[in-house]
T-cell receptor, first 112, second 113 residues
Framework: DADVTQTPRNRITKTGKRIMLECSQT?????MYWYRQDPGLGLRLIYY???????NKGEISDGYSVSRQAQAKFSLSLESAIPNQTALYFC???????????FGPGTRLLVL | AQSVTQPDIHITVSEGASLELRCNYS??????LFWYVQSPGQGLQLLLK??????LVQGIKGFEAEFKRSQSSFNLRKPSVHWSDAAEYFC???????????FGGGTRVLVKP
């Protein structure tokens, strides 16, 4: 399985602050994804990237931005955090051979 | 647009009893279907997937799922649950193999001793 790591695992911040969530993977997968999880809503796609130069908006990209610094790294930024961005955030990579996404352990974010 | 519905938010089952989790999807083409499990405080782990072929697919941890095109369903089953199966389960559909997944709202399973 893909080794997907996320930092930090937990974060508390205040309204209006800029924060960055980081994701790294060691399996060489080209495609990477950011999702947020809210109770009762499942996971919703924020952004996805097919490679370093190809970044696409997902279902709920407003208020977020991303950066694909390298094949292995995909960061999610909240430019000015607001309380309704409190959620559990997951990064995922896609194994093209197995046609399957693999998820990191998640970052729990609380915006006060 | 694709969508996934998991009608049951919570299910409580006794240890050793059978379990069935419902999943209905809406998708205009051949669906790529997945079931993931999220144990407390953990990320998502893939249980099984369906792309084509035999409509009954086997996964890890003794789970299986059946694809029924006529009912737009992909229900997950386990004949005998263990206390360690207590978790939240998510059904997902992909627009292409494993890409841009759309998730259902999840079903939380509680296992009674």
């Amino acid at each position: 399985d893909a080794d997907v790591t996320q930092t930090p695992r937990n974060r508390i911040t205040k309204t209006g602050k800029r924060i960055m969530l980081e994701c790294s993977q060691t399996k060489g997968h080209d495609r990477m994804y950011w999702y947020r999880q809210d109770p009762g809503l499942g996971l919703r796609l924020i952004y996805y990237s097919f490679d370093v130069k190809d970044i696409n908006k997902g279902e709920i990209s407003d208020g977020y931005s991303v950066s694909r610094q390298a094949q292995a790294k995909f960061s999610l930024s909240l430019e000015s955090a607001i309380p309704n961005q409190t959620a559990l955030y997951f990064c995922a990579t896609r194994d093209g051979a197995r046609e399957t996404q693999y998820f990191g352990p998640g970052t729990r974010l609380l915006v006060l | 647009a694709q969508s996934v519905t998991q009608p049951d938010i919570h299910i409580t089952v006794s240890e050793g009893a059978s379990l069935e989790l419902r999943c209905n999807y809406s998708y205009g083409a051949t669906p790529y279907l997945f079931w993931y499990v999220q144990s407390p405080g953990q990320g998502l782990q893939l249980l099984l997937k369906y792309f084509s072929g035999d409509t009954l697919v086997q996964g890890i941890k003794g789970f299986e799922a059946e694809f029924k095109r006529s009912q737009s369903s992909f229900n997950l089953r386990k004949p005998s649950v263990h206390w360690s199966d207590a978790a939240e389960y998510f059904c997902a559909v992909g627009e292409a193999a494993g890409n841009k997944l759309t998730f259902g709202g999840g079903t939380r399973v509680l296992v009674k001793p």
